[in-house]
């Protein structure tokens, strides 16, 4: 926001910004809003301290302060009520978690399948003898065998 003051001595028209202040720095008198807390504090006289609070402090004109003011407090008048409900379900939903997690986990360790299509080889068990995994051996061996000769053939010559 950006007001013009009226000429001063050099004619000039100065302009005036809302400047952050920190907390605990020497101010002039007048109304200053904090963001991080959302309040606003009144500074009674020039050479006054800022409270220590967390945060910056924006210097406001009074109208703006007036105006601030009924809006601030509305908006916690109606968000403080929601925020207790909403504290209070993360809480009770938390417990609920709690207290279900462990049979949830027990059910679903139940109802997974002990082992899934073609993924026998991750579990370290022998393979079963015979049948269609035989013969695919077999075949990987001839051809690891033919590989060799063709490898030894072609450093021999």
């Given amino acids: 926001m950006v007001a013009f003051a009226p000429k001063g001595e050099s004619g000039i028209r100065k302009e005036h910004d809302m400047t952050t202040y920190e907390s605990g ?3 002039n008198g007048g109304f200053y809003f ?7 504090d009144a500074v ?18 009074a ?18 009520p929601l925020v207790g409900f909403v504290l209070a379900a993360r809480s009770l939903a938390s417990v ?15 109802m997974s399948p002990g082992l899934p299509l073609g993924e026998a080889h991750f579990t370290g068990r022998a393979g079963s003898e ?4 035989s013969e695919v051996d077999a075949r ?10 063709r490898r030894r053939a072609a450093a021999s010559e």
């Fill in 130 to 133: 015979g049948g269609a995994g």
């Fill in 96 to 110: 609920g978690v709690r207290m279900l997690g462990g049979p949830a986990t027990e059910l679903a360790a139940t």
């Fill in 63 to 80: 109208a703006m302060a007036l105006v601030l003011t009924p809006i601030l407090g509305a908006t916690f008048l109606v968000f403080l």
């Fill in 34 to 40: 904090n963001p991080s807390r959302w309040t606003i």
């Fill in 44 to 61: 009674a006289h020039d050479g006054a301290r800022l409270p220590n609070a967390p945060g910056r402090w924006l210097r406001v004109p």
């Fill in 140 to 149: 990987l061996d001839a051809l690891e065998r033919e590989i060799a000769d």
């Fill in 25 to 27: 720095a020497t101010v």
